[in-house]
């Protein structure tokens, strides 16, 4: 059983930065894709962005390409996405989800989730 715990939620301002961490509990973190989706008020969750197990390969939306980077440092277990020029629209619960298929964005192709980040952006 993994578990995930986000954290580096926060309210910021238009063009501000914030970095969010998941940190995974269980021996699997490295052999595990991993993913971050959103959820936004009264919307679907949405896909944002996915590491490849080894950290060599990723993925991210056309939303945020250019402005989020994900990362991931398998000795401490943790996932991270680094969230730069941030924009009214990127307001949203953010997840960290592990156990995807090699490059999966759907959330249905992830097996765990963590309680989610409130992100708010203020114009």
């Known amino acids: 059983q993994v578990q995930l715990v986000e954290s580096g939620g926060g309210l910021v301002q238009a063009g501000g930065s914030l970095r969010l961490s998941c940190a995974a509990s269980g021996r699997t973190f490295s052999s595990s894709v991993m993913g971050w989706f959103r959820q936004a008020a009264g919307k679907e969750r949405e896909f944002v962005a996915t590491?490849?197990?080894?950290?060599?390969?990723?993925r991210h939306a056309n939303s945020v390409k250019g402005r989020f980077t994900i990362s991931r440092d398998n000795a401490k277990n943790t996932v991270y996405l680094q969230m730069n020029n941030l924009k009214p629209e990127d307001t949203a619960v953010y997840y960290c989800a592990a156990g995807g298929i090699f490059l999966a964005t759907t959330s249905t192709e992830y097996g765990h989730w963590g309680q989610g980040t409130q992100v708010t952006i203020s114009s």
């Open positions: 590491i490849s197990k080894s950290g060599g390969t990723t």
